[in-house]
């Protein structure tokens, strides 16, 4: 795997002098957050844009920002340990081009370049290791966390646990993230992926369970292209390669996967093989690939959303979303989805259940004894004028007991919100680490400001004195 220099790469230097420079940007962001006198909202200013569905009306635009986008440094690398420690800014490709050097990569690389490692941890991100090992966050060991007072705390599975546990799927709205310290894996410099085919749903989730319960491969995820499709890509580590395939500009590879009986990728394009599309490719044509495929990645399009977001789709934007099912619930699920959607493919990633996370209530909790779930991702689905289909998602979820990301469009009410996400320990977390609620609360960000609604009234879910 031939990887070039990166500015967010690891350089010869004292740890001193690195630790130094952590600490005095961490000083600076929290100083700003201590002089505050405002009681307006604040978010978060980043190097990428957000790796988060696009929203017309998106009101952290138009919050005060905190500067975070010079928290963007790989502080160290434990070849031994097979750790690294890094600031929240760096991107998963960075990181990746560094440990690799010591043959070591992070356990879950999310699928997009740009995808930085403190965004995975406040958003949830998995991929196909996720069978084996759960989310980005569940390979973190430490995490360092600025409050909205100014005050730095360090956190772990030891030391302020509760805290540790709610940062993952808090989009901000706990603290700053400031440094991560997380799990490293020894790898191969290729993949070798073979793709089973399967007529039937319930013959791909027994694929799945038997791989789940041997554990005797590297990589699972899958795409479900119709009622009668199914094709699980299996992917091993391998030290040598008859050939590779590339699939970063003509070729897209989620085209290729119904195609092939098996591939070769380096380790780093296996690991990108998704980032100009999950399930589709713009463009699609020859041509319009050949002119512009090095420019449309996952980076330039969020880019591009973000920067004329006034273009957005005022009603029924595209269907964008992932959803977490038991496992035991994915044929109820799909035979709606089939019924009710029939919009193909589906991304399917195999996640493993680590813990009762703390982030969904005990009720929750009740209803789920599956140890894996399936993450179930559908992209581009167009709505068709009088249905909110993101709603319709989201009714389905609570008759099978899943969950979904909330990176996409959110339509719960209040209520039924936090019969899911644990109003509980959130509220624990944030008289901590937030009080005055300027980062906003979970619900208003993600259900409310982010479709550019009224923000919640005082006394609201939004308190937490």
């Not at 790898?187 to 791909?204: D, Q």
């Not at 989730?205 to 554990?215: E, P």
């Not at 339509?411 to 509220?427: C, P």
Request: proline share 6%.
């Amino acid at each position: 795997m031939q990887m070039e220099s990166s500015p967010g790469v690891l350089l010869p230097e004292e740890p001193a002098r690195r630790d130094a420079r952590h600490e005095a940007k961490v000083e600076r962001i929290a100083r700003q957050l201590r002089q505050r006198t405002s009681r307006r909202p604040v978010s978060f200013k980043k190097k990428t844009p957000p790796h988060q569905v696009p929203k017309r009306n998106d009101q952290r635009r138009s919050d005060e920002k905190i500067d975070l986008s010079d928290l963007d440094q790989i502080l160290e690398i434990d070849p031994v340990a097979m750790t690294c420690t890094a600031e929240p800014a760096v991107t998963f490709e960075e990181v990746v081009r560094a440990t690799w050097r010591h043959g070591l990569i992070p356990i879950i690389v999310p699928e997009h370049k740009t995808i930085t490692i403190g965004g995975a941890v406040a958003g949830c991100s998995i991929e196909s290791m996720s069978f084996r090992d759960g989310g980005f966050h569940d390979t973190c060991l430490e995490y360092e966390i600025i409050t909205a007072k100014g005050d730095v705390l360090r956190c772990s599975p030891e030391q302020n646990p509760l805290v540790f546990q709610m940062i993952h799927g808090s989009f901000g709205t706990l603290g700053v993230l400031s440094k991560l310290k997380f799990k490293l894996i020894r790898a191969a410099p290729y993949v070798h992926v073979t793709y089973e085919t399967y007529a039937t749903l319930e013959a791909f989730q027994q694929a799945i369970w038997r791989y789940f319960t041997t554990q005797d491969v590297d990589y699972l995820d899958g795409q479900i292209f119709s009622p009668t499709k199914h094709v699980l890509c299996v992917g091993r580590f391998a030290e040598r390669a008859p050939y590779v395939s590339r699939y970063d500009w003509l070729k897209a590879y989620c085209e290729s996967i119904p195609r092939r009986a098996e591939d070769y990728l380096t380790l780093y394009d296996y690991l990108y093989r998704y980032d100009r599309g999950v399930t589709h490719v713009t463009p699609k044509s020859l041509v319009g690939r050949a002119l512009f495929g090095k420019l449309v990645h996952s980076d330039s399009v969020l880019r591009a959303a973000d920067r004329f977001h006034r273009f957005l789709p005022k009603k029924n934007p595209p269907v964008i979303v992932d959803v977490f099912i038991p496992f035991s619930r994915s044929a109820e699920f799909m035979d709606w989805y089939h019924r009710e959607m029939h919009f193909y493919p589906v991304w399917c990633v195999p996640y493993r259940r680590m813990r009762d996370y703390e982030w969904q209530t005990p009720r929750w909790w009740s209803g789920v004894k599956d140890p894996l779930f399936l993450d179930l991702a559908v992209y581009g689905l167009q709505q068709q004028p009088g249905r909110n289909i993101y709603k319709e998602f989201e009714d389905e979820l609570q008759r099978v007991n899943g969950t979904k990301t909330l990176i996409s469009y959110n339509y719960y009410d209040e209520q039924t919100f936090w019969s899911i996400w644990n109003k509980e320990t959130w509220q624990a977390v944030k008289r901590l680490t937030d009080p005055d609620n300027i980062f906003r609360d979970l619900y208003t960000k993600t259900c409310r400001a982010a479709l550019g609604l009224q923000e919640q009234p005082s006394g609201s879910g939004a308190s937490v004195h």
